[in-house]
């Protein structure tokens, strides 16, 4: 098998969440496949960590403010570069009961897990289009398939970004774009600080998974490759889990 399959040289690819954890971890993978870097997060400083000593663009933005995707599209223009790879890293988690979830934290939850996502890749899939050539690589969740304690507003969202993954895919394949999910199980991240601050609840969930541990961001390495690469080219509309068995069990 050709190394070239799996070379992003000339290929540009956008991170949101892009300065921590997961989309962290994704950049850097891109970037070292040969991919040109398009980093999006709210704290610059963070994603001039990403950048360092890598090619590529930080845009500093909030994805919850006034006209954020219009902000993006406008400093792609600026610097001439659009994006052959989406990544839809960003993630909320409010991590609260359902009786306790308001109108204005179920609707955050939505806009960032599921909203942007879309709309993100609805922005650039012109651009895809006329290279007949994209990857969308949304993040899903174990709870996209199953219930968690606190979790309802983070599970819906994370439910509908599977379902968004195949309807995505319907949508554009046929122009030679893919689309698909990668669905981690528990990495050590910000947004899941409150787990892996609790010894015990660690090692539950370590426990749960057919491998005995739980993940780390290594392992997310050759997935995002994979579905950033021309070796997915016939993969779409699916949700790759990278949770060391846990909804195998």
Known sequence: MSAELF????????VTGGGT???????????DAGA??????????????????RNGLPISVDLMGDGPLTTIKDACESHGTFPDII??????????????VSPEVWDKTIHINLSVPFFLAQTFVPHMKKKNWGRIINIASLQSQRAFTNGI???????????????MA????KDGIT????????????????VFE??????????????GRNGELADLVGPAVFLASDASGYVTGQVLPVDGGYTAK
């Open 7 to 14: 070379d992003l040289t000339g290929k540009t690819a956008l």
């Open 21 to 31: 954890g997961i989309g962290q971890a994704i950049a850097h993978a891109l970037s």
């Open 36 to 53: 040109y870097l398009i980093v999006i997060g709210r704290r610059e400083d963070k994603l001039i960590e990403t950048l360092e000593g």
């Open 87 to 100: 990544v839809n890293a960003a993630g909320l988690n409010p991590r609260k009961h359902a009786d306790d």
């Open 153 to 167: 507003a983070y599970g819906a969202s994370k439910g509908g970004v599977t379902q968004l993954t195949r309807a």
């Open 170 to 173: 319907e949508a554009w394949s």
């Open 179 to 194: 689309a698909n999910a990668i669905a981690p199980g528990f990495f050590p991240t910000e947004l899941t600080a409150a």
């Open 198 to 211: 609790d010894e015990e609840l660690t090692n539950h969930h370590a426990s749960m998974t057919c491998m």
